[in-house]
Every structure is written in C-alpha cells, then in structure tokens.
C-alpha cells in the first residue's frame, strides 16, 4: 500500500526525557512536514523539508528538532526543552511537481508526557 | 497575518438532515482552498480544492462553495450518515511558498 506511516500511534514520555516520532511514506514526495495538533486549534507547522539534508524551522519549532538523511523519512525528536509537549502529532508530504499539490497526513502520533 | 476562522466549532445533526459549515480566511495571496475531514485519531483527508475561479465543487454529498471577493467557504453536507461524525478543517494555501493556514475545524456529530 502506498501512504504515509506514523509510529507509535500513543506514545507516554516522562518529564526530562527526549522522544523520537517516527514518519515514512512511500508515496516518492520531496516534500515532508511535521504539525502539532492541539483541541479546538488549526494544526501548526513546526519543521518542513523540501528536500533531502534540508529542512526548515516552521512557526513553533522551539523544543523540537528534525532529521532527513532519507527521502522516504524525517523523524521528529521532541526534546525536554519543549515545556508542553502533549499533543498529536500529524506527518505529512507533498509532491513537488506543478500543480495545487495536497499534502497527505499520516494517522498520527499522540504523545503524552507523564 | 494570515487567518482562517471556521463556525461553529461544533455541532449535533440528525442522520439524514443536512448541515453547513463556514470558514472565513484572510489569507494573502489567495492559491486554493480545501475542506479536510479528519476522524477521531486520525489524520485529515482531504475533500476538495478550489481555486480561485471556482465557486463550486462536489464530492459525493459534499460540496464546497467558494466566494473569493468576500473571502468565504462554505461545506454543505446533504442527507447525512453517521459516518459523516468527524472534525472538518478548512486549509487556505498562500500563492507564495505554499504555505498553508488551517483553521481550528467544526466538529460534527451525527446522531441516528
């Protein structure tokens, strides 16, 4: 199957401790994204690659940080430095071709600090 | 700064009524609009696209409508099915960079 997987899908971190959310697609997208997702709020673009051993800081990357050594992945690390890290965490990719091209979500990683 | 405001946050309909969703959105230079339906737990799917010659599109029982001047969306869902419950969320894409703004969703519940 073609798509865009997330693990784990719950994930319980303790207080000081860092913990790393895997995404994947198989889909050939150059472009891979990493959102926050809190109740009653728009997601929030915390990292973005457009490419291989590149990637950007999006509005809320403090307390994060990203990989991409592999087109098919870019792992998020959620540092102790982030003070609120509870939330659901959303991947996604996009081709880069021409076009109005959607980004697709993978199902998500819920993390929950103890 | 760019914005996208959606109404209601939430609301409760009966299994075959239909119902209206809004969003509103400030978003300069205006690219495309899509309508996302996102199920408890999961991640978004999206529903439609419009650009910003289009003032309708269809998708099974969904359609979206489009007012550019006044900036508005709307996502009318007809004779709805319980498997219409989820949180819907309107994203509006800037021309420059593809960036995108997401609304906080309306969530919908849909009780037989």
């Known amino acids: 199957d073609g798509g865009i997987t997330q693990s784990p899908k719950y994930l319980f971190r303790k207080e000081g401790q860092n913990v790393t959310l895997s995404c994947e697609q198989n889909?050939?997208?150059?472009?891979m994204y990493w959102y926050r997702q809190d109740p009653g709020q728009g997601l929030r673009l915390i990292y973005y690659?457009?490419?291989?051993?590149?990637?950007q800081k999006g509005d809320i990357a403090e307390g994060y940080s990203v990989s991409r050594e592999k087109k098919e992945s870019f792992p998020l690390t959620v540092t102790s430095a982030q003070k609120n890290p509870t939330a659901f965490y959303l991947c996604?990719?996009?081709?880069?071709?021409?076009?109005?091209?959607?980004?697709?979500f993978g199902p998500g990683t819920r993390l929950t600090v103890l | 700064k760019n914005q996208v405001e959606q109404s209601p946050q939430s609301l409760i309909i009966l299994e075959g009524k239909n119902c209206t969703l809004q969003?509103?959105?400030?978003?300069?230079?205006?690219?495309?609009l899509r309508w996302y339906k996102q199920d408890t737990g999961r991640g978004p799917v999206s529903l439609t696209i419009m650009t910003f010659s289009e003032n309708t599109k269809s998708n099974g029982r969904y359609t979206a409508t489009l007012d550019a001047d006044t900036k508005q969306s709307s996502l009318h869902i007809t004779a709805s099915q319980l498997s219409d419950s989820a949180s819907y969320i309107c994203?509006?894409?800037?021309?420059?960079?593809?960036?995108?703004?997401f609304g906080g969703g309306t969530r919908v519940l849909v009780k037989p």
């Open positions: 996604a990719s996009r081709s880069s071709g021409r076009g109005y091209n959607e980004q697709f």
């Open positions: 969003c509103n959105y400030t978003v300069s230079p205006f690219s495309n």
């Open positions: 690659s457009q490419i291989v051993n590149d990637f």
């Open positions: 994203v509006v894409s800037a021309a420059a960079g593809n960036k995108l703004t």
């Open positions: 889909l050939n997208h150059d472009a």
